[in-house]
């Protein structure tokens, strides 16, 4: 059977319920880094698992929790989250190259592509931090030029992970078309189809023939940005990838974060309500809808 992995073991599929391929159960972001995060877990458990139970009584069922190592990953708690509030979560492996390499770990240029594949590797076959806890993608970011030497290396890194484990790779790159280019260069060298690869942030694209583009070369798109504020974006993208036929390669997610770095939130239910009843009153079909929201994360985030 073809399965995903989350925080509580491998899930087996179909998973019924909508997959929110793209958000954030909790962060530091903005924060300096950190190998290991001293949440105030009683606070932050009391103010999540709620909301997450909000979620699944609109209809979600997974979540991809996008939040790597040093910005305030901790499997563990992931793992409580999830066994209190019945939604299954997937983590990942991988490191954040964005915000200036600022949540790098040190030392990464003298590890080269192999030696940071197998730090990544080594959490997929023996769990991340002593948890036991296995990764179910891939987790980097690039800056917003060029790709830099450590840009490269995360990405060879991640194409080297995906062919040992099977692991979906998730790059936010947002409006960078050059660095897609160069993204997909790589992982074609490196012998990974681009299928296995997640365009992030590409809501922020401004010239729409480059998402085109990449996903008829099978690369996925992630409309993460869904907010209230960008339906009329969103949903005039959406009617492009329909008319280009490429419907099937498009992600939705909100980027959304439910215990920031200040322990607000950044709520990430708006998918499963008033933008489901926009692109329906839009034209599309609930078979549309399910196809986005259930079916191609779920073939996305499949291991192998």
Known sequence: MPVVMSVTGPVELPLPGIFLPHEHIMSVFGRERSRWVDYDE???????????????????AAIADCTSAWIGRRADLLRRISGESGIAIITNTGYYGAAGGRYLPEGIEALGIDGVADAWVAEWEGGIDGT????????????????????RTLVAAAARTHRRTGLLIQT??????????????????????????VWVHA????????????????????L?????????????????MKREGLLDRVLLSHDGNAFTADGSRRPFEYLLTGFRTKFIAEGFSEAEFSLLTETSPRRAFTIG
């Open 224 to 240: 993460d940005g869904i907010h209230p504020e960008r339906d009329e974006a969103n949903l005039a993208t959406l009617r492009l």
């Open 172 to 197: 936010h790159t947002g409006n960078n078309p050059l660095a897609v280019r160069e993204i997909l260069a790589i992982l074609r060298a490196e012998g990974v189809h681009p299928g296995a690869w």
């Open 203 to 222: 809501h922020l694209v401004q010239d729409q023939r480059q998402l085109v583009r990449a996903a008829r070369d099978g690369a996925w798109i992630s």
């Open 132 to 151: 036991g806890i296995r990764p179910g993608f891939i987790k980097t970011g690039v800056e917003d030029n060029r790709l830099s030497p450590t840009d």
């Open 42 to 60: 009683e606070r932050l458990v009391a103010s999540v698992v709620p909301y997450l139970r909000g979620l699944g009584s609109l209809g979600c």
